[in-house]
Nanobody
Framework: QVQLVESGGCLLQLGGSLRSSCVAA????????TGWYRQEPGKQRELVAR??????????DSVKGRFTISSISRDNAKNTVYLQMNSLKPEDTAVYHC??????????????WGQGTQVTVSS
């Protein structure tokens, strides 16, 4: 079983910046795609940014211009993905969840979610 542990959530003011990280642990052979999603109370979880093993990135329209393709990065050796969030707004307030899809050493594909970390932006 692959477990994801996020860190970096906190309370910030309008315009603040935050770098969150997520570490994947377990018998991981490879991670194809990893990224960050967020969820506000009563709303569906939505993509923020994700990155593939080859470095291709996908950034949500809702954060484009503030988050760029360099906002998300990964360290394959450490099974860690990072999200650099800049120019934060109150509407960015949400629980941010890490996600990873890959294959373990038992040659089984996995898709795992982290517990989430709260990011709150005040005006």
């Amino acid at each position: 079983q692959v477990q994801l542990v996020e860190s970096g959530g906190c309370l910030l003011q309008l315009g603040g910046s935050l770098r969150s990280s997520c570490v994947a642990a377990g018998r991981i052979f490879s991670i194809y795609c990893t990224g960050w999603y967020r969820q506000e109370p009563g709303k569906q979880r939505e993509l923020v940014a994700r990155i593939t093993s080859s470095g291709s990135t996908n950034i949500a329209d809702s954060v484009k211009g503030r988050f760029t393709i360099s906002s998300i990065s990964r360290d394959n050796a450490k099974n860690t993905v990072y999200l650099q969030m800049n120019s934060l707004k109150p509407e960015d307030t949400a629980v941010y969840h890490c996600n990873a899809e890959g294959r373990n050493y038992n040659q089984r594909d996995f898709r795992s979610w982290g517990q989430g970390t709260q990011v709150t932006v005040s005006s």
